[in-house]
């Protein structure tokens, strides 16, 4: 069974347009995490979320919001998308307590043209 | 804030043999956990080991060893007799407990070294 899921795995997409990533994770986590990683491979947190609070990274457009319509799932809209926005956009799950790790999905290949 | 810096970029070790992987951090924290995850070419990150920094005692898991320094603030992770499999870019990673206070907190990553294994 697939722990954190993300679809789709590619997108392709036109400059300006708006669109979404979903996020599932079937682990009973309460905290989901979306991190987006540049063609240098550099990997940073955008958001983390949970029933009680939403922590946006600073750096991050507002063109860019999470969506959580329950604590399985946190999907990821990007409005008026940019040539700049292409990267690999990473969904991560993690339960309160214990070890702190953070269970990755396959990530998502954004390509805007 | 904290920051995580990973000193090498590139890294090259024959197969068999042992490599060490450099990271250092920077945090004001006294209650964290760092760890070192491997993404191979498939782009899946997969966690190798993590480290209680409240545990004096180095986290060990198979061929994957780290060397934790805490006043140091240093986090190397040492891979013995290297196989084929371990290429892949190794990312180590910084987080405040959540138990701490840390919440909702992401994960601070260095930019990864890049580990080719020579046949």
């Known amino acids: 069974d697939t722990a954190v899921s993300q679809t789709p795995k590619y997108l392709v997409t036109q400059m300006g347009n708006d669109k979404s990533i979903k996020c599932e994770q079937n ?35 507002n063109r860019f ?21 292409s990267a690999v956009y990473f969904c991560a799950s993690s339960q309160a307590g214990g ?11 954004l390509t805007v043209l | 804030a ?30 964290y956990y760092l760890f070192w995850y491997k993404q191979p070419p498939s782009r899946q990150m997969i966690l190798v080991i993590r480290q209680e920094a409240y545990k004096q005692q180095n986290a060990t898991e198979n061929r994957f060893s780290v060397n934790f320094q805490k006043a140091a603030k240093s986090f190397s992770l040492k891979i013995s007799d290297s196989q084929l ?16 206070g840390g919440g909702a907190d992401g994960l601070t990553f260095g930019k990864g070294t890049h580990l080719i294994i020579q046949p």
């Open chain 1, 27 to 61: 682990l009973g986590h309460d905290t989901m995490y979306w991190y987006k990683q540049d063609s240098k491979k550099f990997l940073k947190i955008m958001f983390s979320y949970n029933n009680k609070e939403l922590i946006i990274n600073e750096t991050v457009p």
């Open chain 1, 65 to 85: 919001s999470p969506k959580s319509p329950d604590k399985a799932h946190l999907n990821l809209h990007i409005n008026s998308l940019e040539l700049g926005d």
């Open chain 1, 99 to 109: 070890n702190n790790e953070q269970f990755f999905g396959p990530g998502t290949r």
């Open chain 2, 2 to 31: 904290q920051t995580v810096t990973q000193s090498q970029p590139e890294m090259s070790v024959q197969e068999a043999e042992t490599v060490t992987l450099s990271c250092t951090y920077d945090t004001s924290e006294s209650d």
């Open chain 2, 85 to 100: 499999g371990d290429a892949a870019m190794y990312f180590c990673a910084y987080r405040k407990n959540r138990d701490s």
